[in-house]
């Protein structure tokens, strides 16, 4: 859809895009006992605030992984109580990544044509976890944005997930 706004004899374009981006086994979010966001922040390398986006999870791997890991740390459980009667509990999970400033391989995707100065291209949020055999999961996915990480950049995510009984 092409959207045309005249403002004062000028044409302003705004253009929506839908896309079906590929989420494997993931569902959609809305009617599951979950309600998930997460508040990225991003700093450089002299600690300067870049970016801080917040992104609503849309999709969630119904598997009982995800209980799992809330459940796995006592400091993630924030709060409990009753809504409508049901049991309602808030986790808070903190993911940190540090960048550092050179890579031992130079990836054959763009941004990467340099060891010590490359940048990558972050166009979701997600929350992973691995299960005890080392395998790796989604288990939460929030909608498409664009974020750009540079070597040495510092990137802090504060995941509150709800759920409900």
């Not at 949020?125 to 040495?152: K, P, Y």
Request: aromatic letters at 10%.
């Amino acid at each position: 859809m092409i959207l045309i706004i005249p403002i004062s004899g000028t044409n302003v374009f705004a253009q929506t895009l839908y896309t079906e981006a590929y989420v494997g086994q993931l569902k959609d979010i809305e009617d599951s006992k979950y309600r998930a966001s997460a508040v990225t922040i991003i700093r450089n390398e002299n600690g300067e605030l870049i970016s801080l986006s917040k992104t609503e999870a849309t999709r969630y791997l119904d598997n009982s992984i995800l209980d799992n890991f809330l459940n796995s740390k006592p400091e993630y459980l924030i709060k409990q109580g009753k809504l409508n009667d049901k049991n309602v509990n808030l986790y808070n999970v903190k993911v940190e990544y540090s960048k550092q400033k050179c890579t031992e391989v130079v990836f054959d995707v763009p941004g990467f044509n340099d060891k010590c100065n490359w940048y990558h291209r972050v166009f979701s949020t997600i929350l992973g976890v691995t299960d005890n055999e080392g395998i790796e999961h989604t288990v939460l996915r929030g909608l498409n944005h664009a974020e750009i990480i540079r070597s040495e950049y510092e990137v802090t995510i504060f995941w509150n997930i709800f759920t409900q009984d």
